[in-house]
């Protein structure tokens, strides 16, 4: 496995954004935040990791949590970012709002 580098998940997370009609968050520092943990996370397991959660040990145990996670669309959808706001609705970012906390939806009943 060979290691990513930030500017490998930079372009990673621009071109998931650009395929699912979603966009980065442009608060440049949060992203680059976001993308730093992803690229460790990569590094340390293998997979893209989601930065904002903890692995639970393996890429199976993981798998809902590999970015783009499982439960993106859905939050995307209905808060207009994803869990940790690494990607945002078009929609969402034209309003110019500030992505606030949601509930893990992993964790939902
Ligand atoms: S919450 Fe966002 S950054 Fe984390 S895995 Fe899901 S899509 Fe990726």
Redesign the pocket.
């Known amino acids: 496995m060979s290691d990513k580098t930030l500017e490998e998940t930079r372009k990673f997370a621009a071109m998931?954004a650009a395929k699912q009609g979603w966009v980065v968050n442009p608060d440049e520092e949060f992203t680059a935040s976001?993308a730093e943990g992803?690229t460790t996370n990569y590094n340390r397991y293998g997979y893209?990791?989601?930065?904002?959660?903890d692995s639970d040990g393996s890429r199976e145990t993981d798998k809902d949590?590999?970015?783009?996670?499982a439960?993106?669309w859905k939050?995307i959808e209905e808060h207009g970012h994803?869990?940790?706001?690494?990607?945002l609705s078009k929609s969402f970012a034209a309003g110019g709002k500030s992505p606030g906390g949601i509930p893990d939806r992993r964790f939902a009943k």
């Open positions: 998931v976001l992803l893209y990791l989601c930065p904002c959660r949590l590999i970015c783009p996670c439960y993106s939050d994803c869990f940790c706001a690494l990607y």
